[in-house]
Each structure stands twice: as C-alpha cells, then as structure tokens.
C-alpha cells in the first residue's frame, strides 16, 4: 500500500499538443481509484506516466511521498496487467507467471510456490503448463492478472483488462478483481472506458475528457453530484436527458409548448443558455393528472425491456426523453404520456462552458 | 483443353531456363566427375571414382574442408551475434535510422571485389591503415597478410563487415515483428537488459536467427571472391577454402574432373543443409502471438 | 573486329581453356610467352610457320622474337610485347641513403649491400630497400645464377637444382633474413609495383614493359640499370605474342595474320616502343622517328636494347603454365619463412615430374 499522486502533470508527444493537461491526482494508499473517460482521452498516456513507461512532460509524480519522475519502471514497485495482456507467447503460464519473479532473482523452489498460490486463486492450476496460445481469451486474462500479483507489488495498473471479454466474464471478472484488491490491499489503479465498471470497481472514480481530470470523487458523488455536463452524460446508464432552455427572467425557459421547468435561474445567468440534465431513472410516468413541478408531454416511441425495467423513449416539444420506468407501468406504444420530475432532480448547467450550476 | 495447358505454358520459358542454367551445369559436372578432362582435348575417358578417392587422398581436399569449417564455425556466430546487436538498435523508424541501416546494407550490394580489394590496402603490412592506426598506439607491424594465423581472421572480419547488414535487416524485421508491449512488461517485471534479452528478444527471434544461420553457413561455404581477391588461399594455404581449391583445380589447373568432384561434394552437402533448413523451420520455430 | 580485355596473362588463358569447349574462342589471341605452348601442342594455335616464310616480315624480326614464337620448331605466336627484366632504382632514395646515383648493381651482392644501407638509413621512415621479386624477375635471377626452372633443352624439370635453390635461397633472404624488403609485395606482386612507384622503394627488378609506368611516376628520380649478372649474364624475355586460333576458316585466319603481320611492323611497333619500353621486335623499328626519339632520350630503352644480346626464350612445354601457377604459392611459403626453401622447391620440381607424366 502506497500512496500516489499527481502534481500538475502534463504529457506532450508533439509541442502543443498536450494529450494529459495538467492533472492533479492524490490516491490514497490502498485506494481503488478507476480512470473513466471515452477512448483516446489520455487515460493509458496517464497510466503509463504513473508506470515510468512514458515520460512525463511537466509536473511531479509522487509514490510514497517521493518525486518519482526518473525512477526507472522496475524500481517503482509497480504491477501492471495490459490491454491486450502482452503474455510472454513462449513460455507456459507457470513462466508467464512467474516471469518477474525470476528477473527478480527468487529462487526457483519459491518461485514454483508462489505461481502455484497465485495459480490456484485464479483457478490457472490446470493450465500451468500450457502456453497462452492453448487457452481462452478469459484464461489469457487471469494469466496477465497472474503475472502481475505473483510480485505482490505496492500498486496495480490494469489498462483497460476486461475491454477483450464477453459481458458475462466481465462481470464475473470484475468480482474477482474487487476481490483481488480486498485480499492484496494494495493501491489499484484501473482505467476503463466502461462508466459501469467504474461505478461497480472504484473507490473513487477519476473522470477524463481530451486529456483534462474532470471530476476525481467517489461514484456516490460523482453520480449524485457531477461537476459538469459531460460527467453527468457519461456516468449513469442510461445516460442523462439533457433538454435545452435559456434563462429568462430569473427562471429557466424553453419555448417549447408543453414542458414546465420552474426552476430559477442564478442572476448572473440572465439571458444566457442552458441544459437541464434529468436521469432516466428519476423520471416518473403520469397519464396525466398527478402534478409534479417538472413536466413534459409527449408521445411513446420506443420501449425496451431491460429485465426489472422498461426504457421508454418518447418524443417531446424539447426533443427526445428517456425514463426507466417499473415493469408494472401500463403503457403501449403511441401513447400519449406526461412525465414528471421533482425539481431536486434536476441539474442545472451552462451550456457555454457546461460547468454546473448548483440550486439553491 | 487449351485453357487447361495455358497455365503450363506460362511456366514454361521460366522451367526451361531453370532446367538450362541450373540442373543441366549440375548434372554436366556430376557426369564430368567421374572423367579426366582438360577442356581442351576431345576425348573424356570415363575413370570412375578415380577424380573422389584422389580428391579424399590429397592433404589439399582435407585442408579446405578444414578451413571452411573453421572459417564457418567463427564467421556465422560472430556474424549473428554482432548483427542482433546492433539491429536492437535499429528497429525505430526515423531518418537517421534508416540511413543507418542503409549504411549497414551498403556493403553487401556492393561489388565482393571492390570491398577485397580496398580491405587488401587496409591491411597490407607496410602501407596498409590498418598498421599506421597500430602504429601510433606503438604497436609494430603486423604482416596480416602474410602470415598463415592472422589471414583466416582477415578474411572473417572483411567477410562479416560484407554480410553484416544483410543480417541486421533480417534482424531488424524479426524484432520489429516483436509486439512493443511484451518489452514493457518486462521492463515493469524487473527485466534487466540482458534478461530481457536472454528470456524474451531472443527466443522471439528465433525463427529469424535459424533462418540466418542456415543461410549464412550456406554462403560460408559458398565464400571465395573475397580469399581469392585477398589471398589466393595463401599464405601457405591457410586460407584456402572449398571454392578456391574448386576454381583452382578446375580453372588454373584444368584438372576438370577432379574440379566437377569437388564441385559435387560441395553441392551433396549444401543440399542436405538446405533440408535440414526446411526441416527444421518446419517444425521448431512458430509462434502465435 | 572486337575487343575483349580479359585481365592479366594468367586470366587469358583460364578463360580462353574455358572458350574452347564452348566453341566461343576469338580468332586471334594474345598469350604470355612462355604459356602458349600448352596451345600449341594441342593443336588450337594455327602454324605461323608457312605465312611467315612467305611474309617480308620474317626476314626485319629480329632473331629472338622469331625464337620465342617458336614451339617444337614452328612458330605459333608473333611477339607483340617484348620485355626483359632490368633494375629501377630511385635515385632520390639512394642519395638520401648517402649513396650515389651510379652505385653499383652488377651482382647480387651488390643489391643486398645497396639494399641494406637504404633500410639501415631510411627504414625508420617506412621506406626500404628493395622490392620482393616478382616472378618474372625471380625467373631472371634463377638465369643469373647459371640456371633454370626447366632446362631449355632437355625440357627436364631443374626447379630443385642447386644453383636454382641458391637463388631462391638469396630472394627469401631478403625478405626473411635481411628484411630490406616489404611482405606485402609476396602475396601481391601489383603492391610492391604501388610501393616503388610511391617512392617507398629503392631498388626493383621489373620487367622493361613497365618503364613508361614508372618514369610517369617517378621522373628523373628514376633510374635504369642492366639485370645483375650474378654468375652469367643472361635475362629472360617475357611478353606476349599473338596467335591465330586453328579452328577459324581460311579466309579469316588470313586476315587475322594480316594483322598480326602488321603489329609487327616498323611502325606500328615503334609507336608501341616509345610509349612503353617493351623491346623493339622488328629490326626497322629503331629507324621509325618516334622511336628513334625515344631510344636517343631514354636510358631505360636503351638498357633494355642492350639486353637483348643475351636475352633467352625460356623453355615452353605445356606443363610450364601449370607449373608458373604453382609458383607463387611456393615463393609465398618460402619468402615467409614458412617452408624451408630446398624442401619447398623439391616439392614443386616433383609435382610437375608427376603432372608431365
Ligand atoms: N506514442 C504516441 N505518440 C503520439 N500520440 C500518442 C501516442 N500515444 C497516444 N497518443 C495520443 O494521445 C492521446 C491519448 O491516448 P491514450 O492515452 O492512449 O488514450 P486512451 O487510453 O484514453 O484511449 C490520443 O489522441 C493518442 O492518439
Ligand atoms: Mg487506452
């Protein structure tokens, strides 16, 4: 266990054209932190910063407290599993395993006892001496995660690990990587493109767009509370409603027929433009007559059974809507609905620059 | 009918020429080492075995058989050993790589008998660079020519400086085919250079490295423009290899059939290392990554 | 007519064994003069003989260029460049050793003695005293010592006669025991012509067919001086004469003669003769102006004119090209020290018994 942090960290391949801007990070030892973020934001450039496999353009890393801008990758004392693996396609899983137990020096009784552990808690012990050529995209998986604990190291990168598997093993995986981090008790950093792995794995998650840290808090609060319009979009399945309006004489607007939205508006917001962010989830299904501060009309489009739920998208005068409603909820296709929210629910942001605007 | 031949007449002109400059030369000199001849007269009595039980009699034979051995046992290794070196070094792609690399090639298309003869002045005892570099680390002349140990490793050393970038692309092709990803996970494994090297790099390249190796024993014993350039054999037949003792005997000395014998043996033994090539790249050296 | 360049005289005649089966062979061919005989005897060179008798020519050659065409008594070749071997020094080398231009260089002794005070005095800055033979000169200095590679009468092999070793004893001493000569013109005849031509060397025995070569190089530092006459005064003569191939039809080996018949003419030898150094073959060619010029100004032609009084065809059976082959590999061992020079020799003189047989 060992803390990590990140000191205005920038990374550049080409000047001026930074792919990390100056990200401040601070991980607590033995913390599960994920990095959450679309696909080429700067997640694995982040990584492998922490890693030493990349260098880093300005700022401090810190391990233990310690500048480790210029410690060489094997002196960091960090484990890290890769995207697609990077298994040793020559030697068996027990070698694979192994692997950096024997550039480390231990001897080989030691070494065949700790792949043996490491084997049997990722249930490998049948395959020891096959080469990853002979197993399944799974068993690749858990033999990259092998070889990364069979060190014990202070901290774990995975770089997106479960990204090549089928849903159901990732699901499984993921249990056992939570498991994993319980039983290490190491600092974990995991980056993933997947907002559910986020919220299911982290600790607290780090949310990334074109290179910057948006928002670095707990998935509780980065649920409840996002910084802004794009964590609020990214995180939560479905994804977040965002209906356009504009302030108006203290209050949120929209020109649209049909769709109340008394929510007030700060005065400095006067007569600028806005997003109104509503989960799914929070949306409730009226046939018309129990008022609630929020409300739009429209008509069902589309329905999708999720299992427990149903997906409703209907079309309203402010543009498509989204509402997980209960199975139980009588509604057909073509059906004129109204949908109401509380105004708690509701998130308010600039549009301009797409930062929060908190009620009061 | 005429559709079904036409891919064979495609072929054609390309099997006739094959079966003209290659296996009818081959199967003239089979049929010439079993004759005396001279090129010149008009008579080529049939004598049997007579050309090979000389040849496997004569003190000359057994040399050359010798010295291509040694000169093959020293050469590839140290050819392999020094091109996998230096290609790690070479498999980025920038300018100045590049033109590294095409530095190292140069050599190998460059005329055998420019670079022997250029070398010759480099190590020639009393005007040669070679001696004025030693010269004024007070060393004395060293006639490396002229004296039968030093000019087997002559010929290696302008031998492998010939060879050498061939080897390195190879080489280069092979690392490249490495995936980066495997070097990290070393690195981050503890790997120290030459473990990574021993336990991962090397084995990977396996497949190009017997691929090399074959081939450059192949040309090993194939050598001769550079020693007949240098040397002649000499001094005292110290580097005289198979090909020269073949092309004296047969065009200096215009012993044809014993020249065709030579030339036999040596054709025998190069097919039987060319299947072993395929035998053993066959099987021993794929990986799937 | 075409032109082939081949490379040097022992390439000629590898490449022209080799044209013969391939029925590729040109109609004329310039062969080295002791190494057609192979030719001769097996009937690919064409009887120069009865065009001779009936060409002018024959009466304006001078005797030895008629002798050294000659095998088993018909001429096959017509000597197109003659040469002999004689000494080139470099006077600027021998005043530098405190020795004066005109020392001399009669015997063998003399050479070594004149050698030997150049390496003593200049050998610190990389120059020495003499050239390793070549094998032309080492055939000149086996006659100088009253002997033979092949007896020119009996055609028997001598090569390990006494006096043949003792000269080839003295050659390897140079090298070995002396050290006034440099290694690298053992395995490399051209380098020790590179080396005098540098003004690296004082003392080299060539042939007269390079004196062109060297004067360009050298200027008036160079110096001629007749072959040593160690025990008798006699020199070989080398070049190459011109053949007619057998196999060719009658009118081409006509106009092939015409040919050859005019290369040997005043003219066209004088102008040969002026520019190179190689003796004049045809007795007229002296009265050409450009040659005549050239004899008048040069000492180095008209050293080589005065040599021809006791210059000698050498002997010329088949077995001589094999035997000249083997050679150089003998003088390497020998004149590096490795191979004691009576075995080295006797060696020699039984494998070409062996290869007459
Ligand atoms: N070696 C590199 N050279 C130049 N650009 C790179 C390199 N590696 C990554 N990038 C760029 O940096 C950005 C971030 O990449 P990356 O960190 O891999 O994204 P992510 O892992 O979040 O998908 C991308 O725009 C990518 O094209
Ligand atoms: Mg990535």
Request: aromatic share 8%.
């Amino acid at each position: 266990m060992i803390s990590i942090a990140l000191e205005n960290v920038s990374k550049s391949y080409q000047a001026d054209t930074p792919v990390v801007k100056n990200v401040d990070l601070d991980i607590e030892p033995g913390e599960f932190v994920v990095i959450v973020g679309p696909s080429g934001c700067g997640k694995s450039t982040m990584m492998r910063m922490i890693a030493g496999l990349e260098r880093i353009s300005s700022g401090t890393l810190r391990i233990g407290g310690k500048v480790a801008n210029d410690i060489p990758p094997q002196h960091r004392d960090i484990a890290m599993v890769f995207q697609n693996y990077a298994l040793y396609p020559h030697l068996t899983v027990a070698e694979n395993i192994g692997f950096s137990l024997e550039m480390r020096g231990v001897s080989k009784t030691e070494r065949l006892r700790r792949v043996e552990v490491v084997a049997h808690l990722l249930q490998l012990s049948d395959y020891l001496h096959k080469k990853p050529k002979d197993l399944s995209g799974g068993q690749r998986q858990r033999v990259a995660m092998g070889r990364a604990i069979a060190r014990d190291a202070k901290t774990y990168l995975m770089d997106e690990p479960l990204s090549n598997l089928d849903a159901e093993l990732r699901s499984s995986m993921r249990a056992e990587i939570k498991h994993l981090h319980r039983q290490l008790k190491a600092t974990m950093i995991y980056v993933t493109h997947d907002q559910v792995e986020a919220l299911t794995l982290a600790d607290r998650i780090a949310v990334m767009n074109k290179g910057v840290l948006l928002q670095f808090d707990t998935p509780e609060k980065i649920y409840d509370d996002p910084a802004s319009l794009f964590v609020a979009g990214f995180i939560g399945s479905p994804p977040m409603n965002f209906i356009e309006a504009n302030c108006k004489e203290g209050i949120v607007q929209t020109t649209k027929e049909g769709t109340r939205i008394p929510i007030t508006c700060p005065p400095e917001l006067e007569g600028e433009d806005v997003v109104v962010g509503l989960r799914p989830e929070n949306g409730v299904l009226s046939a018309g007559d129990k008022r609630m501060a929020i409300e739009f009309r429209g008509e069902v489009m589309l329905i999708e059974t999720t299992g427990s739920n149903r997906n409703i998208h209907a079309k309203t005068a402010t543009g498509p809507l989204l509402i997980v409603a209960p199975r139980s909820a009588a509604i057909g296709l073509g059906d004129n609905v109204s949908i109401g929210y509380n105004t708690e629910d509701a998130f308010l942001f600039e549009k301009k620059t797409g930062k929060r605007i908190h009620l009061s | 009918m005429i559709a079904r031949l036409t891919p064979y007449a495609m072929v054609l002109p390309i099997v006739v020429f094959i079966l003209a400059f290659t296996y009818w030369p081959i199967l003239v000199s089979f049929d010439l080492s079993f004759r005396h001849w001279d090129f010149m007269s008009s008579e080529k009595p049939f004598v049997g075995l007579l050309n090979y039980s000389e040849l496997v009699r004569s003190v000359e034979f057994w040399n050359s058989v010798t010295i291509t051995l040694i000169f093959t046992a020293i050469s590839v290794p140290l050819r392999l050993a020094l091109a996998i070196a230096i290609a790690r070094y070479l498999t980025t792609e920038s300018k100045t790589v590049r033109a590294l690399r095409g530095a190292f090639f140069l050599p190998a298309v460059t005329s055998s008998v420019a670079i022997a003869v250029i070398w010759s002045w480099i190590f020639s005892t009393d005007a040669g660079v070679a001696n004025a570099l030693l010269n004024n680390l007070g060393i004395a002349k060293v006639p490396w020519l002229q004296t039968p140990s030093l000019a087997l490793w002559v010929i290696i050393i302008v031998n492998t400086w010939k060879q050498l970038g061939y080897d390195i692309v190879i080489y280069v092709a092979g690392l490249q085919a490495i995936p980066e990803d495997l070097y990290e996970a070393a690195k981050m494994d503890g790997g120290k250079r030459w473990h990574t090297f021993r336990r991962v790099t090397f084995p990977l390249v396996m497949p190009t490295t017997y691929f090399l190796l074959i081939v450059s024993v192949i040309e090993s014993f194939q050598i001769f423009t550079i020693v007949d350039v240098m040397t002649q054999g000499g001094p005292a037949m110290s580097t005289d290899m198979m090909v020269n003792m073949l092309y004296r005997t047969g065009f200096t000395l215009f012993d044809v059939g014993k020249g065709s014998a030579l030339a036999v043996l040596l054709f025998v033994f190069l097919v039987v290392l060319t299947v072993l090539k395929s035998r053993i790249l066959g099987k021993r050296v794929h990986y799937e990554h | 007519m075409t032109a082939q360049e081949i490379g040097d005289y022992n390439d000629i005649v590898t490449k022209l064994q080799a044209a013969i089966p391939a029925k590729r062979y040109p109609d004329v061919v310039l062969l080295e003069i002791t190494r057609y005989g192979l030719f001769a005897e097996k009937g690919i060179l064409e009887n120069l003989t009865p065009y001779l008798d009936k060409d002018p020519l024959k009466e304006q050659l001078y005797d030895f260029a008629l002798d050294v065409g000659k095998y088993k008594g018909s001429n096959y070749v017509i000597p197109f460049n003659s040469s002999t071997p004689v000494i080139y020094y470099n006077k600027a080398l021998l005043r530098a050793a405190g020795l004066p231009d005109t020392v001399p260089l009669k015997n063998f002794n003399d050479l070594l003695g004149a050698a030997k005070t150049v390496q003593e005095k200049l050998g610190a800055q990389g120059k020495f005293g003499i050239s390793p033979m070549g094998q032309f000169a080492r055939w000149g200095i086996v006659m100088s010592n009253d002997s033979d590679l092949i007896d020119p009468v009996s055609n028997d092999v001598i090569v390990d006669s006494p006096k043949t070793i003792a000269a080839y004893e003295w050659m390897a001493d140079l090298v070995r025991k002396y050290k006034v000569a440099s290694v690298d013109g053992i395995t490399d005849e051209n380098a020790a012509k590179a080396q005098f031509t540098a003004g690296n060397v004082a003392i080299n025995l060539d042939s007269t067919g390079v004196f062109g070569g060297f004067k360009k190089a050298l200027g008036d530092d160079l110096g001629v001086a007749p072959f040593p006459c160690e025990a008798v005064c006699r020199v070989p003569i080398g070049g190459a004469g011109i053949g007619i191939i057998s196999m060719i039809d009658v009118e081409k080996k006509k106009a092939a003669y015409d040919f050859i018949s005019y290369m040997a003419s005043p003219e066209a030898n004088a102008i040969w003769f002026a520019a190179t150094g190689y003796l004049p073959i045809n007795k007229k060619t002296l009265d050409v102006k450009v040659a005549a010029d050239a004899a008048n100004k040069d000492e180095g032609i008209t050293v080589s004119i005065k040599q021809i009084d006791y210059a000698r065809g050498r002997p010329r059976p088949p077995v001589v090209t094999w035997m000249r082959k083997m050679e150089y590999g003998v003088w390497e061992s020998v004149a590096l020290g490795q191979k004691q020079v009576p075995e080295a020799l006797k060696e020699l003189a039984a494998q070409t018994k062996a290869q007459t047989d």
